[in-house]
Every structure is written in C-alpha cells, then in structure tokens.
C-alpha cells in the first residue's frame, strides 16, 4: 500500500449471509416447505418480508460500538439473507475491519441462539446465494470527471 497511497484508494466489501435455525434451516421459513418466491423480500420491510431484523441491527450497534468502519445494512434477495456493507477503508484496513465484523456477527447470532452462516449456497433450488462483493475507487476515480479513470482501469 505504501506505493499507493497518494492515490488514497478506498476498499468496501458487501458482505451476505444467511440466519438459520439450530436445525439449519432459514430462520422463519416454515418447517415443512418454504416461504413465496424471490422477489418481495428485498430491501423488504414487515414481518411477512423479512426475518432476524433485531439480529441485523444488534450486529449493526455492535459493530458501531466496536468502532468498526460499517456503513449499512438491508435484507437480501432470499427470506432470512442480510447484507451488511464494511467501509469505505482506505488502504487495506479493510480485511481487518471484515474479519472483526464477522467475529461480532455470529457472536449477535449466539446471542439469539441462531446460526449465521456465510455458505455461498446454503438453500439449493431456485434460492440466491450469499457472497461477498468488493468495492475499489481511488481519489481521481471519486473526483469531478472520475469516471474516465474507473474506465481506464477497466481496460488495464
């Protein structure tokens, strides 16, 4: 990093997961079957849209409380999926900023005697997976005019 640091880059990462029941099934999916299709549930709001939403944001104050540099959360596309966003970092803080996230969400989860599981695929069938999606920008990139740069660091 110390090569570029004057170009200040920024790191973020959206991380996904999924609540699941001791048994290992999503937390609110009926036992025997499963909830309607993808589609409502995104960025839902309401009790029959998402499910843990006091497990998301005691993680979310835990982390605020920890000084970790988090900046978001919303549900995902699967009932029982969340999303939480790390950042933005500059330098490579970002990895650290991460892994203590991760530590704090499945100590919340303890908490709540549910499971968060970090399983890139953990229902099969037609249900999303859960991921993580890194963000990058430098200084030029985030300026006036920035977007000729991120176009230019594409092609590199």
């Given at each position: 990093?110390?090569k ?6 920024w ?10 029941d001791i048994?290992g099934?999503?937390l609110g ?6 909830p309607?299709?993808q ?10 849209k998402v ?11 835990a ?16 009932p029982?999926?969340?999303?939480y ?12 900023e991460?892994?203590?996230s991760?530590?704090?969400l499945h100590?919340?989860?303890?908490d ?7 399983d ?6 037609d ?13 030029e ?16």
């Open positions: 990093m110390e570029a640091k004057d170009a200040h880059p790191f973020g990462i959206e991380q996904e997961y999924t609540l699941l048994d099934h999503p999916w009926p036992k025997n079957g499963f309607g299709p589609g409502p549930y995104y960025c839902g709001v309401g009790a029959d499910n843990g939403r006091d497990i998301v944001e005691c993680h979310y104050r982390c605020l409380f920890a000084g970790i540099e988090i900046s978001g959360t919303n549900a995902e596309v699967m029982a999926q969340w999303e966003q790390i950042g933005p970092c500059e330098g490579i803080s970002m990895g650290d991460l892994w203590a991760r530590f704090m100590r919340t989860a303890e709540f005697g549910v499971v968060a599981s970090l890139p695929k953990p229902m099969e069938g249900w999303n997976g859960a991921g993580a999606h890194c963000n990058f920008s430098t200084a990139m985030r300026a006036e005019g920035g977007l000729k740069y991120v176009h230019g660091n594409i092609v590199q």
